[in-house]
């Protein structure tokens, strides 16, 4: 072989053999759900690519946080990238979980402003309103609504409500139209079955019911501080109007949910909704595409809408989730790497494409993004409307205490709302003095 | 561990052994052999101990071990013994307890009773009452939800079919005042078949000879049973009740996986309590003083019953 030949062959062997030692096995951990499939499949390529090996941690989201935060707490190496949920950015960043990752986006042109600004705040960025940065924004995901189009779609009930309500029976633009349409498949018999009116969230143990009671709260005038004041509690989180807000989620709970919902979450109003069981169910957006799919309640018969308005603002719960490089990481350079294929816009597109809730503008404000899936206009509308809970570092003590007092009132009847809204101030008040913050 | 243990384990050591051990004295080879004992009960029991003591003195966190820690005094145990909502999750745990022992020591002595005379099959039925104490409480606590499920459960569509009710009208773990008697009824179902064999066992070591001396003597059946099979059997039923006591104050796995500790917070139990404080709020500062308290309640009482039991079999 020719020298002239040689020599950059031999470069190259050294070059590939080089880029086979610097290949990384790096571990995702996640939720254990849909999308985390769909991520799977992505990563296929970046494999192709990168040459690194990819493993997934995924944990049930009973457990998910359990798990990932102990294992954040402890220093733990399995994690070399972790999706968690946008509540923990605060915790993250402040204990030290997760890599800073301004000078990274900077020097590799990722620029925030390329994402849904919900979705920058909310995944991303700490502390909330600062160019901070300690995720990307990795799935969007927002608090909506099923309902059974095709229920909807029958002239007798059309007829029955019209008669009855003096409107016609379709997706509600307020929170009052939704509790009449509720109330009015409760306890109906629709071939044969007993269905009754909504699916929504109760659940005790984990944040359940504060993720489903926020959507009639926010849009009743609560909110978690003034922009003036981020910590003023009283008289905002339990504000008269708050407590409407409560009374009103009470009210739907008891007049148009299936008996014993009691603790129910994303999983129980799926079954409920898919089994043909409720008119109208509360979730978050990544189940439209199961929904979508399956034979029961798929192909058309069913539609979305977005938290319907209520009398003093229009919003919806942010779910959802960035992805960050954890600190303990041996492998920090490749999880970079990572996040810099992820970012790509037709990384991102492809992410759609398998069932992914992208979070990149290119990718949503393409012009046939809207019409892409039944479910895609719905997903824009309701992602523009998006709160999300403290993203403190106490999240976990903020977020336990809302769920003790909104599930003691709402589920199990005891006082009223505005006693469990004052409760709720008094131990927000602790924690915040707790951690110097009041 | 006392100077008069190691005494007598050094005067219990056989000569034999100390020959072999040239130069080491029968007090220092018992040290030998005892220390492992000691390191592990101080690592392991001792040592945790005296850590969550001091640890209930400060606002720690687990999941902040970078945050400063502060010596607060008894702040923890005062918001304890003040907060309306442990004293709740305590009176649910008292209400448990007592409900589930009365029940079970009632219909597992009752069982232990029936199964006690000769009957054909009596075999195959204890083996057939035991089955459920052999099940995981997390599946027995699974499965029974769907027992309990109004639409579908076969719990309510059996009590409809007695009573008349709608099954659907009503939800043994959504409702505040039947979700505590849904736990006592899959307990008492699940442990009775324990508290049925100490009882039985207690029951076969009554000897025949002690009723043929009682039916020389013409006593009732009646007499019989108050006079010989209770007192005879009531020192195996307080232990009983003891073993029972100890799980079900600890009980955790049956009651997250049937109602996660509600509805509201009707059947929060302290264990379950505690851990939400401990490892999901991460005050691990507060939930070290509770543990603390708890410690205490449960070493008392256990004392003060261990004391009586052992009057009971000195009799």
């Known amino acids: 072989m020719n020298i002239r030949y040689t020599v950059p062959a031999a470069a190259t062997a050294l070059l590939a053999i080089a880029g086979t ?97 919900a979705t920058v705040t909310g995944y991303s960025e700490w502390p909330k309103g600062t160019p901070n940065y300690w995720a990307l924004p990795a799935f969007g995901d927002v608090v909506g609504w099923t309902y059974r189009k095709d229920w909807f779609e029958r002239p007798e009930l059309q007829a029955e409500f019209k008669e009855k309500y003096g409107r016609e029976l379709k997706a509600p633009d307020t929170l009052d139209e939704l509790k ?46 003034t922009p003036e004041e ?61 929904v979508e799919a399956d034979p029961n309640v798929g192909g058309g018969k069913s539609g979305y809408f977005p938290n319907p308005a209520g009398p003093d603002g229009h919003f919806a719960q942010l779910g959802g989730q960035g992805i960050s490089v954890v600190s303990y990481s041996d492998s920090q350079d490749a999880a970079l790497e990572y996040i810099k294929w992820f970012a790509q816009p037709e990384v991102q597109a492809k992410w759609w494409e398998l069932g992914g809730y992208s979070a990149l503008k290119a990718v949503v404000e393409d012009p046939g993004f809207a019409t892409s899936q039944p479910y895609a206009q719905t997903f824009l509308d309701s992602m523009a409307i998006v709160k999300d809970f403290w993203a403190e570092p106490a999240y976990a003590s903020l977020l336990l205490s809302m769920q003790d007092h909104v599930h003691k ?17 008094a131990d927000w008040t602790e924690i915040f003095q707790d951690e110097g913050k009041m | 561990m006392s100077q008069s243990v190691i005494t007598r384990a ?59 820690v502060e010596w607060i005094g008894l702040r923890n145990y005062d918001r304890i013994l003040t907060d309306s909502d442990i004293w709740q999750t305590m009176q649910a745990t008292a209400h448990f307890l007592c409900w589930t022992i009365v029940l079970q020591v009632l219909i597992g002595f009752s069982l232990a009773w029936l199964i006690n005379r000769k009957f054909k099959g009596n075999d195959l039925w204890t083996t057939i009452i035991v089955l459920p104490m052999m099940l995981s409480p997390a599946v027995v ?42 736990i006592i009824i899959v307990d008492t179902w699940m442990w009775t078949p324990f508290v049925m064999l100490i009882c039985l066992a207690g029951l076969r070591s009554i000897p025949d000879s002690i ?23 009531l020192p195996f039923l307080m232990l009983a009740v003891l073993f029972r006591g100890i799980e079900n104050f600890k009980m955790f796995d049956l009651v ?5 500790g509600g509805p509201g917070s009707t059947t929060e139990l302290t264990s379950i309590n505690l851990k939400r404080e401990a490892f999901e709020k991460w005050r691990t500062g507060y939930a070290s003083a509770y543990a603390i308290i708890l410690f205490v309640t449960v070493f008392g009482l256990a004392s003060i019953y261990v004391k009586a039991l052992n009057k009971v079999k000195e009799r």
């Open chain 1, 21 to 117: 030692a610097q290949a990384d096995d790096l571990t995702l951990c996640w939720a254990a759900w849909d999308p985390a499939n769909a991520l799977v499949e992505l990563s296929k390529d970046f494999e192709a690519k990168s040459g690194n090996n990819m493993s997934f941690e995924f944990v049930p989201w009973p457990n998910f946080a359990d798990r990932m935060l102990n294992e954040l707490n402890s220093g733990g190496k399995l994690c070399d990238l972790m999706i968690g949920d946008s509540q923990w950015i605060g915790l993250g960043a402040e204990a030290g979980h997760y890599v800073k990752l301004n000078d990274f986006f900077e020097a590799n042109g990722i620029s925030m402003d390329d994402f849904i600004p």
């Open chain 1, 180 to 225: 009449d349409i509720a109330e009015f498949f409760q306890g109906r018999d629709i071939d044969g079955t007993t269905v009754y009116g909504a699916a929504i969230y109760t659940e005790r143990g984990s944040e359940g019911i504060t993720m489903g009671v926020t959507n009639a709260l926010y849009n009743y005038g609560f909110s978690y501080g």
């Open chain 1, 230 to 290: 981020p910590y003023k509690l009283e008289g905002v989180v339990n504000s008269p109007e708050a407590a409407k807000g409560l009374e009103y989620y009470k009210a739907l709970y008891d007049c148009c949910t299936p008996p014993g919902s009691s603790d129910w979450y994303m999983s129980e109003d799926i079954d409920a909704y898919k089994s043909g069981q409720v008119a109208l169910q509360m979730n978050f957006a990544f189940i439209w595409p199961g």
């Open chain 1, 409 to 425: 009132y709402v589920v199990a009847g005891e006082g009223t709302a505005q006693e469990a809204l004052d409760g709720l101030v």
């Open chain 2, 10 to 68: 050094a005067e219990a050591t056989p000569p034999g052994l100390a020959r072999r051990f040239r130069g080491l004295s029968d007090r220092t080879i018992a040290w030998i052999f005892v220390a492992p004992t000691i390191f592990l009960l101080l690592a392991v029991n001792i040592f945790p101990l005296i850590w969550t003591i001091r640890l209930s003195f400060t606002n720690f966190r687990a999941n902040r071990p970078n945050a400063g």
């Open chain 2, 141 to 182: 606590g699974n499965f029974w939800t769907f027992l309990y499920q109004p639409q579908i459960g076969l719990f309510n569509y059996v009590v409809g079919f007695f009573t008349g009710a709608d099954p659907t009208s009503f939800s043994m773990i959504g409702s505040v005042s039947l979700a505590p008697w849904a």
């Open chain 2, 211 to 233: 009723y043929e001396a009682a039916e020389c003597d013409r006593a009732s059946k009646w007499r019989q049973f108050w006079t010989i099979t209770v007192p005879m059997v």
């Open chain 2, 256 to 260: 997250v996986q049937l109602t996660g």
